[in-house]
């Protein structure tokens, strides 16, 4: 699918700024917690309860052209669920579709950032195809296909926590990230340029 490479954290933020959808500095925590301790962007938007995942959902799907998809109301191919590893799709919440030959569609929890989607394409040697999904559906249906998958979750929560206590009262920036976080509040839409870099060489790599 062309335009994979828009389907960035960095674009997805920059759309959320222009409509000042959801304050700058809650950005700036989303993006720090992503960038250092492997977040994922989107939940802690909605974590952050300044969006609801439906209105997150739907700017994703005006700003990126990606039809939206309810999981939960797709009859899942067989071959297309044992295509990804599993522990791949608990850890991006990605519900996998259907495929057809080297095709793959699946649910996206909101989005999947460009390098998950490029990682699930070298791993099963499939065209990829993302729907815009709901973190929340998403989970209720891997809790469907897969028995484990809440006990996964309830361990990868204990280690969330343990790190988050591990890094000290002042949240996902730290102590000793704070400083260093506050510089990026400032001018964090720099990183943009830097972001396009990225997949450009990314690109270059395929």
């Not at 335009?3 to 700036?28: F, H, W, Y």
């Not at 209720?140 to 979750?153: A, H, K, P, Q, Y």
């Not at 002042?170 to 839409?189: H, I, N, P, T």
Request: some cysteine; charged content about 30%.
């Amino acid at each position: 699918m062309k335009g994979l490479d828009k389907l960035t954290s960095i674009r997805l933020a920059e759309a959320l700024t222009q409509k000042d959808a959801v304050p700058n500095e809650v950005i700036t925590d989303a993006l720090y917690a992503q960038d250092r301790h492997g977040e994922s962007f989107v939940e802690s938007l909605v974590g952050s309860g300044n969006i609801t995942e439906w209105d997150l959902a739907k700017l994703v799907v005006e700003q990126f052209q990606v039809p939206f998809l309810m999981a939960g109301n797709y009859d899942v191919g067989d071959e297309a669920k044992t295509s990804i590893p599993k522990e791949l799709l608990f850890k991006h919440l990605i519900v996998p579709l259907d495929r057809f030959g080297d095709i793959l569609t699946l649910a996206m929890p909101i989005l999947a950032p460009f390098e998950v989607l490029m990682a699930l394409r070298k791993q099963t040697g499939c065209d990829v195809f993302p729907y815009v999904g709901l973190i929340s559906e998403n989970k209720r249906v891997l809790g469907e296909m897969f028995s484990d998958f809440f006990e996964w979750t309830k361990e990868e929560e204990k280690r969330r926590e343990a790190a988050r206590t591990k890094r000290g009262p002042q949240g996902s920036r730290g102590a000793g990230g704070s400083e260093a976080a506050k510089g990026a509040e400032a001018d964090w839409m720099n990183i943009f340029d830097v972001a396009d870099a990225e997949v450009r060489h990314s690109l270059h790599d395929e």
